[in-house]
């Protein structure tokens, strides 16, 4: 079945980038996603990335995917203590049908050191 | 734009009692998820909602079911409630496949 993997926990110094992995199994999914959860929260949409693309940049993210490798990537460039948080990666099931089931990896916690 | 709202934010239920949780999307949306999160089994798939039928289910007992309305509002129940489902409840919604919006969530406590 699905798998999604994540490191558990990062910390970095604050104006440093911050690189967080994912790894998933469904070589199908046609979208992979980064969500940000903060404290007492639900989740928040950082992007996605269509499985034909190799690279997304939206302000100081930026998705890298290795489709070969199943590796999804996020990085946070010049990180802020305002993106402490925990960060989690996920496919969308693609099984030939209409489904917005995502597949969740275990997050990784990102704590950003003043 | 108002974002996917969820009532309540916090509930306190006992053992065998049931419970209903409400999900309004986001206007226009006609998708609504939901998840339940813990921090043994993570971010796990309930079921998923679109146009008042159910599209897809997760792997959950018959005890947690769902429901839309016209309006694309979605309620999911849990009856004989357990320790286990103590849990933050999320919903999402969306408009378009690969774009989901997820609420605040509703904290259930079972005691």
């Known amino acids: 079945g699905e798998d999604v993997e994540q490191s558990l926990f990062l910390s970095v110094r604050e104006g440093d980038s911050s690189v967080i992995n994912c790894t998933y199994t469904?070589?199908?999914?046609?979208?992979l996603y980064w969500y940000k959860q903060e404290p007492g929260a639900g989740l928040q949409l950082l992007t996605y990335?269509?499985?034909?693309?190799d690279m997304k940049q939206d302000q100081r993210l930026t998705v890298l995917l290795n489709k070969k490798d199943k590796h999804l990537s996020l990085r946070i460039a010049d990180t802020q203590t305002g993106d402490s948080a925990i960060y989690f990666c996920?496919?969308?099931?693609?099984?030939?049908?209409?489904?917005?089931?995502?597949?969740f990896g275990t997050g990784t916690l990102l704590a950003v050191q003043p | 734009k108002a974002g996917v709202t969820q009532t309540p934010r916090y509930l306190i239920k006992t053992r065998g009692q049931q419970v209903t949780l409400s999900c309004s999307p986001i206007?226009?949306?006609?998708?609504v998820s939901w998840y339940q999160q813990t921090p043994g089994q993570g971010l796990q798939f309930l079921f998923e909602?679109?146009?008042?039928?159910?599209?897809n289910k997760g792997n959950f007992p018959g005890r947690f079911s769902g429901r839309q309305f016209s309006n694309s509002r979605s309620e999911m129940n849990v009856s004989t409630l357990e320790l286990g489902d103590s849990a933050l409840y999320l919903c999402?919604?969306?408009?378009?496949?690969?774009?989901?919006?997820f609420g605040p969530g509703t904290r259930l406590t079972v005691t």
């Open positions: 469904d070589s199908s999914s046609t979208y």
């Open positions: 990335i269509f499985s034909n693309m």
């Open positions: 999402a919604s969306s408009l378009v496949a690969y774009e989901q919006y």
């Open positions: 206007s226009g949306h006609r998708s």
């Open positions: 909602y679109f146009s008042e039928t159910q599209r």
């Open positions: 996920a496919e969308r099931e693609d099984y030939g049908g209409a489904t917005n089931k995502l597949i």
